[in-house]
């Protein structure tokens, strides 16, 4: 007994039969969700981006600015630094610089450079005085600022810290000099006494304004004692 094939079932037929047959067979419309159109934005992404995970897939664009060179990056002038240097040794008002730069626009580079070289020339024979001399260079300008500051002055910190920095140059000048003429006790102190005139001058007549009036003596006087214990730091006296 034989049962008629339904649709659906398999029949199988002969060769000769199978060469008569044709037809075509339709695949299913399936449609697979892999996103947007443009990639950007897959199931996955979606996925984390639901969870608050989102900012895993975040990429950082390039920047099209053009990197700066060092300098720039640290804020460092060399032709500003220049300048104030010029300014500082030849404090002299005949000479034409404007010497009101050295306050009014401070630097934080070049007075640490113009310590650092100071405390390398100290360095002969006492290392630990490297130290010792940026400790001073802070905390005493820090005294000098106070001091400033109660006397009715209008400076800040960072303009007395660069000021008291540039104006040990006169000092690193005359350093030299006292390695020539060290065996000459006299002229050796005459020396050193003009390197801290030079260097309280330089210092004073930036940071002591008309607005002190009669109180510049009182201003001047710790800034020279400061060069002399920066000067005792060096001759190791």
Do not use: H
Not at 120 to 126: A, E, L, N, T
Not at 163 to 170: A, N, R
Not at 217 to 222: G, H, K, M, T, W
């Amino acid at each position: 007994m034989q049962f008629p094939p339904t649709n659906g079932d398999f029949t199988f037929v002969s060769s000769t039969e199978a060469e008569e047959l044709s037809g075509t067979i339709s695949a299913p419309d399936i449609k697979l969700n892999l996103g947007s159109e443009n990639g950007k934005d897959p199931y996955a992404t979606t996925f984390l981006r639901q969870r608050g995970y989102g900012w895993l897939l975040e990429v950082e664009e390039d920047e099209s600015e053009e990197s700066k060179p060092l300098l720039e990056e640290l804020d460092i002038d060399l032709k500003d630094i220049y300048y104030k240097i010029r300014c500082v040794l030849m404090p002299m008002p005949s000479l034409g610089f404007n010497r009101q730069v050295v306050r009014d626009n401070p630097d934080f580079w070049g007075p640490l450079a113009v310590v650092l070289l100071f405390s390398m020339i100290s360095i002969y024979g006492q290392f630990r005085v490297v130290s010792w001399i940026i400790t001073i260079w802070i905390f005493g300008s820090l005294t000098i600022f106070l001091l400033a500051r109660v006397l009715g002055g209008e400076v800040s910190f960072g303009q007395v810290l660069g000021v008291i920095g540039y104006s040990l140059l006169p000092l690193i000048v005359i350093a030299p000099l006292l390695l020539v003429i060290g065996g000459f006790e006299m002229v050796s102190t005459l020396i050193k006494l003009f390197g801290v005139f030079w260097a309280a001058y330089s210092a004073a007549s930036l940071l002591v304004g008309d607005e002190f009036k009669t109180k510049k003596p009182l201003l001047i006087y710790p800034i020279f004692l400061l060069y002399i214990y920066f000067l005792s730091l060096y001759t190791g006296v």
